[in-house]
């Protein structure tokens, strides 16, 4: 057989979808369009119920947090559904009262946390099934982690008013930044 022919027929061979679909979805908000629809819909799970059982199970967390959830889909187009809480990233950032993180992490803050943000943090995620091995300690090394790559200082105290003046010369600070990295990115063009 010839090269292309084998080609050929390796493309018409059938997709074989896992039963494990890993995704985030936010709070209340499971619609049947993309991309939950069509990922769903491939493995024939009705998406309308998926939404509907989803939605009800999510309605007494805030509307839009997101959720990393875990679908497992039975032979029998039957599903579980596993929702965890919200990730770090999310805690971090509500925490030191910002939208994004630093777009230069490590050479720009945006924000500030606090140890006892840090431990608070992991109260929560310790309650998620691949965390609760894990001790708190380690679990609050791996959140500092993430809070200096995503920008934002773990102190030991806030003072709100110092705090809010801190968010707005930072405010300031990731504008100048990201006009720089615009500038930089249509000089490559």
């Known amino acids: 057989m010839s090269r292309v022919a084998r080609t050929a027929k390796d493309t018409g061979k059938k997709v074989v979808h896992s ?3 890993k995704t985030y979805i936010k ?5 049947p369009g993309p991309p939950l629809g069509p990922v769903l819909g491939q493995r024939g799970i009705p998406i309308g119920q998926f939404c509907k059982d989803f939605n009800e199970k999510t309605s007494g967390i805030r509307d839009g947090i997101p959720l990393p959830t875990v679908i497992r889909i039975n032979s029998d187009r ?9 990730p770090v990233s999310y805690f971090i950032k509500s925490a030191a009262g910002v939208l994004k993180g ?22 929560v995620k310790q309650e998620d099934p691949n965390l609760q091995i894990q001790s708190l300690e380690r679990i609050c090394t791996g959140i500092i982690g993430s ?23 930072s405010s300031e600070e990731a504008k100048e930044i990201r006009e720089e990295l615009i500038a930089e990115k249509a000089g490559y063009r």
Request: charged content about 25%; some cysteine.
């Open 147 to 169: 809070c200096l790559s995503m920008g934002i200082e773990v102190v030991r105290e806030l003072d709100p008013e110092d705090y809010r003046g801190f968010l707005e010369r």
């Open 27 to 31: 709070a209340g908000r499971a619609a």
């Open 19 to 21: 039963n494990v679909i």
């Open 102 to 123: 630093a777009h230069k992490p490590g050479s720009h803050c945006v924000g500030k946390v606090t140890l006892k943000h840090v431990y608070e943090i992991a109260k």
């Open 78 to 86: 039957s599903y579980t559904l596993e929702i965890n809480k919200p």
